[in-house]
């Protein structure tokens, strides 16, 4: 078994900062879509009983609405990464490079 100096990082830790060196930061304003669903977790503003949905109170059809409001906005902030993946690469949607 052969170990690395402790100077050098592992190989998977020189891939990933090259990849990131590569892309850039992961900071975009779309990434603030992803606070949205946590704001189903501040319980005091949904723990109602009014209005009712169905005969449901606001606190339960408040907590199922976020749900597929959570998976919107999780899709939208892949799709937004992907594309500005694709963009950095000048790959096309399928996975193969541009010829240009």
């Not at 900071?27 to 503003?45: E, I, K």
């Not at 409001?69 to 690469?89: D, I, Q």
């Amino acid at each position: 078994m052969t170990e690395q100096p402790m100077s050098e990082p592992p190989v998977s830790e020189q891939q990933g900062s090259g990849a990131r060196a590569r892309f850039g930061t992961d900071r975009s304003p779309w990434n603030l879509l992803l606070l949205v669903p946590l704001l189903m977790l501040v319980t005091p503003l949904w723990n109602h009983d009014e209005p009712r949905l169905f005969g449901l109170p606001m606190f339960y059809w408040s907590q199922f609405l976020f749900v597929p409001l959570g998976v919107v906005c999780v899709g939208l902030v892949v799709r937004a990464a992907n594309r500005r993946e694709r963009a950095a690469t000048g790959s096309a949607p399928d996975g193969n490079e541009r010829k240009h």
